[in-house]
Nanobody, 123 residues
Framework: QVQLVESGGGLVQAGGSLRLSCAAS????????MGWFRQAPGKEREFVAA????????YYTDSVKGRFTISRDNAKNTGYLQMNSLKPEDTAVYYC????????????????WGQGTQVTVSS
C-alpha cells in the first residue's frame, strides 16, 4: 500500500501561482503513475495531470495546459504540481493519487489517494 500526503494549497489571487507537493511512502516501488485530480463544490472529481514515474512523461487536461506543470523527484518519492496563471475556476480540493498502471488517467485507475488540499483562487 502507498500513503500519500499533499501540501501546498492555500488562497491566492487570480493570476498568481501555487506549488502543490505529494509525498509518497510505503510500497512506493509499485507506483508507475502519479496523478493530480481536483473536485470543486457540487462537481465530480476531475483529472488534472499525470506523470509516469520512471520516464517522466506527462499529460494534462486541456484546461490547464500551458499553465500547470507536473513533475517528480524520484529520490524524494515526491510529486509536484506547479500551478501558474491561476483562475477562479481552478478553485477546488486537489488530490494526489498513485497508480500501478503506466497508463492511468481516470479516477478508477488510481488505487491510492491523499487527503486533499484546498486551493482557492480569488478574483
Amino acid at each position: 500500500q502507498v500513503q500519500l500526503v499533499e501540501s501546498g494549497g492555500g488562497l491566492v489571487q487570480a493570476g498568481g501561482s501555487l506549488r502543490l507537493s505529494c509525498a509518497a511512502s510505503g510500497r512506493t516501488f509499485t507506483v508507475n503513475t502519479m496523478g493530480w485530480f481536483r473536485q470543486a463544490p457540487g462537481k465530480e472529481r476531475e483529472f488534472v495531470a499525470a506523470i509516469r514515474w520512471s520516464s517522466g512523461s506527462t499529460y494534462y487536461t486541456d484546461s490547464v495546459k500551458g499553465r500547470f506543470t507536473i513533475s517528480r523527484d524520484n529520490a524524494k518519492n515526491t510529486g509536484y504540481l506547479q500551478m501558474n496563471s491561476l483562475k477562479p475556476e481552478d478553485t477546488a480540493v486537489y488530490y494526489c493519487a498513485a497508480a500501478n498502471s503506466y497508463y492511468a488517467h481516470s479516477h478508477s485507475d488510481f488505487g491510492s489517494w491523499g487527503q486533499g488540499t484546498q486551493v482557492t483562487v480569488s478574483s
